[in-house]
């Protein structure tokens, strides 16, 4: 099902620090999970992604946990930079059913110096 | 990845008007979507732009309102009709590209068209 968010969740992280964005999805049945960034004025920046056979992928800073059992995926991202300051959305995805996107509400990380 | 243009980058338009808004991928893509983001929200899916064919619309937008257009494997139009102050949103459009071996099915996204109706 779909997840508008109305008010988007904070997290304020001290630069260097690790970030964890957590999302609940919905759909059971979905089977490839894409994590994605959005700065303001821009338009979302895939990140990294994950298919259902996974529970972990890992990238240049950034590792993605899947956990099916309790319909939660998550993003780390590793010594957290001003620059990673921006919106996080999640997105949920049942390709047989045609890759569309179903996005989370998202969560603004705000990175303090 | 793709580099993914969008005209305009914004736009002001008085109600009862309508827009066209373009998408032009740099490469061949099987998939284009529309996405709509509203203010301070999430993207919501407007359409899968097919090429040849009609647009499949998801529930809650209608092709009267959302006419869209593919002409071609590298672009597609979406168009706005009638537009009342609701419409102001963030117009995104999006692309499938599969791996060399067909395994993940990256989708990378526009900048998107800033509306403003007044």
């Known amino acids: 099902g779909e997840n508008v968010g109305l008010h988007l969740p904070t997290l304020s992280v001290q630069e260097g620090d690790n970030s964890i964005i957590n999302c609940a999805y919905s759909?059971?049945?979905?089977?490839?999970f894409i994590w994605y960034k959005q700065e303001s004025g821009k338009g979302p920046q895939f990140i990294i992604d994950?298919?259902?056979?996974?529970d972990k992928r890992q990238g240049q800073r950034v590792t993605v946990l899947l956990n099916k059992t309790v319909k939660h995926l998550s993003l780390q991202i590793a010594a957290t930079q001003p620059g990673d300051s921006a919106v996080y959305f999640c997105?949920?995805?049942?390709?047989?059913?045609?890759?569309?996107?179903?996005f989370g509400g998202g969560t603004r990380v705000l990175v303090k110096p | 990845s793709a580099v993914i243009s969008q005209k305009p980058s914004r736009d002001i338009c008085q109600r009862g008007t309508s827009l066209t808004i373009q998408c032009q991928v740099d490469?061949?893509?099987?998939?284009m979507f529309w996405y709509r983001q509203q203010p301070g929200q999430s993207l919501t899916l407007i359409a899968t732009?097919?090429?040849?064919?009609?647009?499949?619309?998801e529930s809650g937008f209608v092709i009267d309102k959302f006419p869209i257009s593919r002409p071609n494997l590298t672009f597609s139009t979406l168009t706005v009709s009638n537009m009342s102050p609701e419409d102001s949103s963030i117009y995104l459009c999006?692309?499938?590209?599969?791996?060399?071996?067909?395994?993940?099915?990256?989708?990378?996204f526009g900048p998107g068209t800033r509306l403003t109706v007044t």
């Open positions: 999006s692309v499938v590209l599969a791996d060399v071996r067909n395994i993940n099915y990256e989708q990378y």
């Open positions: 759909n059971s049945a979905s089977d490839y």
């Open positions: 994950i298919r259902s056979n996974m």
């Open positions: 997105a949920e995805n049942i390709r047989a059913a045609g890759n569309k996107l179903t």
């Open positions: 490469s061949q893509v099987t998939m």
């Open positions: 732009a097919n090429q040849g064919s009609e647009a499949t619309y």
